[in-house]
Structures are given as structure tokens and as C-alpha cells.
T-cell receptor, first 113, second 114 residues
């Protein structure tokens, strides 16, 4: 498989559930990103990992917890979310550094009831 | 803080019409600039990018964009659109000293009528 894959593609969860989103890249990149895409709003960068180290946390609430065990995998652990967290969550990867193209996955459509 | 503004939220054109989508950013330093496109049901993908040199950048599918530094703008153009260009278009800015951090605009939805 090539590119950036994300699972699950759709997720419905209650506010008390714990779930995880998974992202995998097959491009040999060393930087990975989580974005939140809500309707009528710009894509919001949530987290950046370079060489498995978190280098950016864009004031994201602690109910979102990222994990990057290696350069190819990125997780987003979800716990006690709110309905306003319902959105499309996109993962991307690139070579580390400025100006490099980011390759995006298809996203996970999350609905919080 | 950096920001990106796309003035057109929804543009509707007929086939063969010319397209220009506006993008302005706020950042005083050196930037890299991108246009991404999201076709219905598909991933975000890169249309074109500007790093340095010629401010007129050509991308895939006949798109081009012009970087005007004095206006902090990076408008996207295509002389003649096709129905298959129906998609959402996102402008993004990367400051040279902020690694891979991209700041996106809110997107412009383009609908092309056959």
C-alpha cells in the first residue's frame, strides 16, 4: 500500500468513550501531522512530530493525546470528547523542514454524540 | 500570528470561463506558499508551490499562481476551467523558520457547470 492511510474512516463515539485514530505513511517521511477540518473553517494544525518527537502542540485540549511510536505511525487517542469535537481529522506526512510538500490521508470522520 | 485569508468562499463558473481565486497572508518574513486541492471524495493534494525565484508558478492541470510580495498575495488562476475542476481549493503558508508548520486558509469551493 502506498501513501498515507487512516483508520477508521468513520467513527461515532459517546462523550465517555475512549477511542484511537491511526495513521500510517508508506513514503519514508520523517515528519507527521494531525489536522482538524471543521465545516467552513480553515484546517487547524493540531500536532507536529519530527523524527518521532513532538515539536508542535497547537493549544490542543488534553482530551486529545497523540502518540508517535515510529516515523511511519501516528495515533490520536481520544477521551471524553465533546460534541464540538466532531470533525474530519486528517493526518499528513512530509520530509522534515520547511517548504516540503505534505501528503494527506483520507481522514477520519468523527462524530461525538 | 500568521493567518491566511481566502476571500471567495464559493465560486460558480461555467466551463471555459477563466478562474482567479484570491489568497492573502499575513507574515512579514520569508514564506513558502502552496495551493492544495480536494476533489470530491478524494484526499487533499498539492496543486503547486512557490519557494523562491520566478513569482509565476505553474502547477498541474493548467493551474498557475502568482506571488506578489508587496501585496502578500498568492492568487490561483486558470484560463479555462473544466467541469472536472469542481473541488475545494486551499491556500497555505509556511514560514521559512517554522519547519513544516502549514497555516491554511478556509478554502474556496469551486463549482463548474457543464
Amino acid at each position: 500500500e502506498t501513501g498515507v492511510t487512516q483508520t477508521p474512516r468513520h467513527l461515532v463515539m459517546g462523550m465517555t468513550n475512549k477511542k484511537s485514530l491511526k495513521c500510517e505513511q508508506h513514503l519514508g517521511h520523517n515528519a507527521m501531522y494531525w489536522y482538524k477540518q471543521s465545516a467552513k473553517k480553515p484546517l487547524e494544525l493540531m500536532f507536529v512530530y519530527n523524527f518521532k518527537e513532538q515539536t508542535e502542540n497547537n493549544s490542543v485540549p488534553s482530551r486529545f493525546s497523540p502518540e508517535c511510536p515510529n516515523s511511519s505511525h501516528l495515533f490520536l487517542h481520544l477521551h471524553t470528547l465533546q460534541p464540538e469535537d466532531s470533525a474530519l481529522y486528517l493526518c499528513a506526512s512530509s520530509q522534515e523542514g520547511s517548504g516540503n510538500e505534505q501528503f494527506f490521508g483520507p481522514g477520519t470522520r468523527l462524530t461525538v454524540l | 500570528a500568521q493567518s491566511v485569508s481566502q476571500h471567495n468562499h464559493h465560486v460558480i463558473l461555467s466551463e471555459a470561463a477563466s478562474l482567479e481565486l484570491g489568497c492573502n497572508y499575513s507574515y512579514g518574513g520569508t514564506v513558502n506558499l502552496f495551493w492544495y486541492v480536494q476533489y470530491p471524495g478524494q484526499h487533499l493534494q498539492l496543486l503547486l508551490k512557490y519557494f523562491s525565484g520566478d513569482p509565476l508558478v505553474k502547477g498541474i492541470k493548467g493551474f498557475e499562481a502568482e506571488f506578489i510580495k508587496s501585496k502578500f498575495s498568492f492568487n490561483l488562476r486558470k484560463p479555462s476551467v473544466q467541469w472536472s475542476d469542481t473541488a475545494e481549493y486551499f491556500c497555505a503558508v509556511n514560514a521559512w523558520n517554522q519547519g513544516g508548520k502549514l497555516i491554511f486558509g478556509q478554502g474556496t469551493e469551486l463549482s463548474v457547470k457543464p
